[in-house]
């Protein structure tokens, strides 16, 4: 069976963030220099699905920029044959040093690689084997044959997504792809009382439709919403007669959050001020204290306050920016994994997760 066709490293790397597009599980490991590297070994030395011949880690730091210029099977069945045995010596230009063979097999191969279904496990070997155990699903190998042009590229490539990628991970990246592109059309978004807003489009838009319409109804018991304002400051939403109702008395101006639900539900309401993160601007400890001093004017006590940071989803940059500036007794949301939530608390609080 011939050795499969191989491009340069580099050239792998170039078709991963196609294959992994934004919202992918782990998509920096998918995407960088090592993961590419990885790929390219496994096709040099013919570590397949269906072939039988199965990757080491290691054999990833061994690999050099010299070795990788010789293209033949002869010189690659030498390579993959060799690159087993036990090493002896120095090996010059070799692409990383030995111990970064755990980053390899854990980082990129088993936590990135394995759980996007691009690499699969050989099954039956002791933990403590050194035999080879990792190799590339056939179907992700084949793309990348060099003879592929750009558009045949991207449509296997789209192919390979919906027939491997489980359904959590293809919803992810759908809405990160929603996200993304302004339509310049205006968004309806359906309250619980049954009523629409049309907001104006945009990420953050994308992300309060999530709010109001999933969010809410997951984690409240009877939710209401009391006004929404956009990026400029404008309240474009608000529910007085449901404000009055609860005994709420805010300002409809520009010192609320982007958010600001009622539940209904326990014995006292429950008030939930949640600001939503498309670029920057998250609940952090001044913010939370400046809410508190809001709801305490207007009668709500701390345990009857909840604040929530909304974004898209937690592999991009936006939560990945501001995570270490939420403040403490807040959450966290994702509309791309709605079902969770993460507590940045050292007890349970109000929204009784």
Not at 46 to 58: H, I, N
Request: proline share 6%; glycine share 8%; net charge neutral.
């Amino acid at each position: 069976m011939s050795l499969p066709p191989i491009p340069p490293w580099q050239e792998v790397l170039a078709r991963l963030p196609v294959i992994f597009p934004a919202g992918t599980p782990n998509r920096d490991h998918s995407i960088w220099e090592i993961a590419a590297k990885t790929i390219h070994v496994m096709l040099y030395a013919g570590a397949v699905e269906g072939r039988d011949y199965w990757l080491r880690p290691d054999q990833v730091s061994r690999m050099t920029d010299r070795q990788a210029a010789q293209t033949g099977d002869s010189d690659r069945l030498a390579w993959a044959k060799a690159s087993l045995k036990p090493g002896k010596g120095e090996i010059p230009g070799r692409w990383y040093a030995v111990n970064t063979r755990e980053s390899i097999r854990d980082d990129t191969i088993r936590y990135s690689l394995i759980q996007n279904g691009a690499v699969i496990e050989r099954g039956g070997l002791a933990t403590t084997s050194p035999a080879g155990r990792y190799a590339l699903q056939a179907d992700f190998a084949g793309l990348f044959d060099p003879a592929f042009d750009e558009a045949t590229f991207r449509a296997k490539a789209d192919v390979w997504r919906e027939k491997h990628l489980n359904s959590g991970a293809l919803a992810r990246i759908a809405l990160n792809r929603r996200g993304a592109v302004d339509t310049g059309d205006r968004v309806l978004v359906a309250f619980p009382n049954g009523e629409t807003r049309a907001l104006s489009p945009g990420v953050s838009t994308d992300i309060v439709k999530a709010v109001v319409e999933v969010f809410a109804v997951k984690f409240l018991t009877n939710p209401g919403v009391i006004s929404i304002s956009e990026s400029s400051n404008k309240v474009v939403a608000r529910d007085e007669q449901l404000a009055k109702a609860i005994g709420l008395d805010i300002a409809m101006d520009k010192h609320l959050p982007d958010v600001v639900l009622v539940d209904l539900g326990p014995k006292h309401p429950l008030l939930v001020f949640v600001e939503v993160v498309a670029t920057d601007g998250p609940i952090n400890d001044l913010r939370k204290g400046a809410l508190l001093e809001l709801a305490g004017n207007a009668g709500f006590k701390s345990q009857h306050v909840a604040f929530v940071t909304a974004y898209l989803d937690r592999s991009v940059q936006p939560f990945k920016r501001t995570v270490d500036s939420l403040a403490w007794g807040t959450y966290a949301w994702f509309a791309s994994e709605p079902d969770n939530l993460v507590v940045f608390a050292s007890a349970h609080g109000p929204l009784g997760t």
